[in-house]
């Protein structure tokens, strides 16, 4: 997993080993190193940055860049909702992007992404983040959260973090640290939020 970097607007660097997921394994982080602490479990009230499980998910507060389906937590209501923050920095975030693409294909309109670019505008341009997600194949929607006022709300506590919101916008469940090959556990969430749901 990757620390957030030094964002400005109270954001500050750190690195986390707190998963909250639905299965145990291990993560491999930006550095390679295995993280230990993968717990299994999904629990209303556990949080994950400033997002607790249970909770109405806030709204993004970021600007549109490209791709398909909702810009905007409102406009993906009905659906289950993915939230991904993510950076250009980040290696395990390029892995893990596709993958949440080929979810996105195999949900046939189920499951939306909502993927939150968390890169400096100092460090990138959106062309430049246009053409990173470009090269991915990735078309769902990529929105850009330049002056960080997503990220501060939610303070995710590592690059990537993934949240998912039932369709009716209540954050479910909360992924720190995955890597390429986890998204089984993002799955099998997928699959319970959308049993649930009338």
């Not at 990735?138 to 501060?152: K, L």
Request: negative net charge.
């Amino acid at each position: 997993m990757c620390p957030v970097r030094s964002m400005g607007r109270g954001i500050r660097q750190r690195a986390v080993s707190v998963v909250v997921a639905i299965a145990t394994g291990s993560l491999i982080g930006c550095g390679g190193a295995a993280s230990p602490d993968a717990t299994a479990q999904q629990a209303t009230g556990t949080t994950v940055g400033n997002i607790r499980m249970g909770q109405l998910a806030p709204e993004l507060d970021t600007e549109p860049l490209q791709g398909a389906g909702p810009k905007t937590l409102a406009e993906g209501r009905g659906r289950v909702v993915l939230i991904d923050f993510w950076a250009t920095f980040c290696k395990p975030c390029k892995a893990l992007l596709p993958e949440y693409q080929t979810m996105v294909d195999d949900y046939d309109g189920k499951l939306a992404v909502i993927a939150v670019s968390v890169d400096e505008p100092d460090d990138v341009d959106a062309e430049r983040i246009k053409a990173f997600i470009a090269d991915l194949g990735v078309s769902f929607s990529v929105v850009w959260d330049r002056r960080h006022a997503t990220v501060s709300r939610y303070d995710p506590p590592a690059m990537p973090t993934t949240y998912l919101g039932d369709p009716q916008g209540v954050v479910r469940y909360g992924f720190t640290g995955l890597e390429g090959g986890d998204t089984a556990r993002v799955r099998q969430a997928v699959d319970e939020l959308l049993q649930s749901s009338p």
